[in-house]
């Protein structure tokens, strides 16, 4: 009599002991890069998420997903940025002016960028 298993066309393999193991394996997925962003959202989800990032995984969509995510921050981090220079006044000839400034003003704006982002989609 076959196992439920073995109807829907699964398979076994026998180990060292004897026991029947199921034959699983993971779909494969085209590999996309996945950037900073979703390398840290990933590492999110296998910690506080496991059962999202096991479905994912299984499901074979993980990379794309990862990517999807890694896109959509860099996209909205890129976005603060310019909406905060803007609204502080930031310019090139600030730049040019007092670089020193410039730079510690940009680092702070990049700073709360990055926070914003981690908040809205890294971290949820």
Same mark, same amino acid.
């Given at each position: 009599?076959?196992?439920?298993?073995?109807?829907m066309?699964?398979?076994?393999?026998?180990?060292?002991?004897? #026991?029947? $193991?199921?034959?699983?394996? $993971?779909?494969?997925?085209?590999?996309?890069p996945?950037?900073? @962003?979703?390398?840290?959202?990933?590492?999110?989800?296998?910690?506080?998420?496991? $059962?999202?990032y096991?479905?994912?995984?299984?499901?074979? #969509?993980?990379?794309?997903?990862?990517?999807?995510i890694?896109e959509?921050a860099?996209?909205r981090?890129?976005?603060? $940025?310019?909406?905060?220079?803007?609204?502080?006044?930031?310019?090139?000839?600030?730049?040019?002016? *007092?670089?020193?400034? @410039?730079?510690?003003?940009?680092?702070?704006? *990049? *700073? #709360? *960028?990055?926070?914003?982002?981690?908040?809205?989609l890294?971290?949820?």
């Amino acid at each position: 009599m076959k196992s439920m298993y073995e109807e829907m066309g699964g398979t076994y393999h026998e180990d060292e002991h004897g #026991c029947l $193991i199921p034959d699983l394996k $993971i779909p494969e997925e085209e590999m996309v890069p996945v950037g900073l @962003w979703g390398q840290r959202h990933k590492r999110f989800l296998k910690e506080h998420k496991p $059962i999202l990032y096991s479905e994912l995984l299984l499901e074979g #969509c993980l990379n794309r997903y990862l990517a999807t995510i890694d896109e959509q921050a860099q996209d909205r981090y890129d976005l603060l $940025i310019d909406q905060m220079k803007e609204r502080q006044g930031i310019t090139e000839q600030l730049k040019m002016e *007092a670089p020193f400034e @410039w730079v510690g003003r940009m680092n702070n704006i *990049a *700073a #709360c *960028a990055r926070e914003i982002v981690n908040t809205e989609l890294i971290y949820t």
